[in-house]
């Protein structure tokens, strides 16, 4: 029998992503994706161009780090570990004349842009995008849909000019504990249609100068056991061209009829009606990975590596190594 060394490839080979007809997104339970090389005269851009690939991460642990898998028809760039042929890994992805930047270039070289696409079939985008132009500088954040924010402690938000927010819809806000405010100079506020607000024990109002209350047609004031009206030099009650006046000189009552005892019946108000505000919904949540710790430690106690060495016979194949967890055999069963 002949006996050959094994071929290495050498450098790096561009490909391009593939998958099933019409999926956009084609990977497998690790993040693995499937390419075409450019010499394949025989591939049909499907599922079966190839293994599955492992992609490259800048950060990878148990249930956390960063991920972005290669989509279909994206130009990736393919590596060999230690020249293997049969250990393929997708290392980056590039742009080219037929996949273009998302914003031109060089004319926004100091933007830096992570875009996405919705899919399938497109026509949205999420995207965080970093300007840094001197005087222009900028952090632009758009979600096509949702987003969801969860701070498990504080979260402190400074803002050095000015502040504006448009909520097209309904708002709902809930503040478990006390609220503070301060405002240092003028509140506007209008209401367009009702307002209501419903007070669970007390409220106290505190004015410095003045209180101008108008209403087009009543203002009703109801209490369930008593209600004081006090004033310091007068007092005033006017209606219909009459009026009651209180002051340091006396009382003063002024009509073209005034009854005392006379019969007749007080005045009705509407009463108030308050409706409570609608409930909160809460915000997206996830579990945090797993620490990679405990393999450290049972490495470390142990006295074991944790990865063994391939112990394939020179000239052999990871098939033949007797180890049992064979990280090179792993690997190309992955690949397989």
Not at 45 to 57: E, I, M, N, P, Q
Not at 126 to 136: T, V
Not at 272 to 301: I, M, N, S, T
Request: charge should be negative; charged fraction near 25%; proline fraction near 6%.
């Amino acid at each position: 029998a002949l006996h050959h060394p094994k071929p290495k490839v050498l450098g790096s080979q561009t490909a391009v992503v593939t998958g099933p007809a019409g999926e956009e997104i084609h990977c497998d339970e690790y993040g693995r994706v499937k390419v075409q090389f450019h010499w394949d005269r025989e591939g049909q851009a499907d599922d079966k161009t190839s293994c599955w690939l492992r992609v490259s991460s800048s950060w990878a642990g148990d249930r956390y780090g960063g991920i972005a898998i290669p989509r279909v028809g994206m130009e990736v760039l393919v590596t060999f570990l230690e020249g293997d042929p049969d250990q393929p890994l997708v290392t980056g992805c590039l742009y080219h004349k037929e996949h273009q930047v998302p914003y031109d270039l060089p004319s926004n070289k100091t933007r830096t842009v992570f875009k996405t696409l919705s899919s399938p079939g497109g026509g949205g985008y999420n995207e965080l995008r970093i300007e840094d132009r001197k005087g222009q500088e900028q952090i632009y954040i758009h979600a096509q849909r949702d987003w969801d924010e969860n701070i498990e402690h504080d979260q402190k938000i400074r803002v050095g000019h000015e502040r504006h927010d448009t909520v097209e819809a309904n708002s709902y806000s809930e503040f478990k504990a006390e609220e503070h405010r301060t405002t240092h100079a003028d509140r506007k506020t209008e209401v367009r249609a009702n307002d209501h607000l419903t007070v669970g024990n007390s409220q106290h109002l505190k004015i410095g100068t003045g209180q101008f209350v108008e209403a087009v047609q009543e203002i009703h004031l109801s209490s369930g056991l008593k209600v004081v009206l006090e004033a310091g030099s007068e007092l005033t009650f006017k209606a219909g061209g009459s009026f009651i006046k209180l002051d340091a000189s006396g009382i003063t009552m002024v009509g073209p009829l005034i009854r005392m005892n006379s019969g007749g019946c007080p005045g009705k108000g509407s009463g108030a009606a308050p409706v409570l505000p609608g409930q909160v919904r809460p915000a997206d949540a996830d579990v945090p990975g797993a620490v990679l710790e405990h393999r450290l430690k049972q490495a470390r106690f142990s006295h074991t590596p944790l990865l063994e060495l391939c112990q394939k016979p020179r000239g052999g194949t990871p098939m033949q190594c007797p180890l049992t967890n064979c990280p090179c055999r792993h690997a190309a069963q992955l690949g397989s």
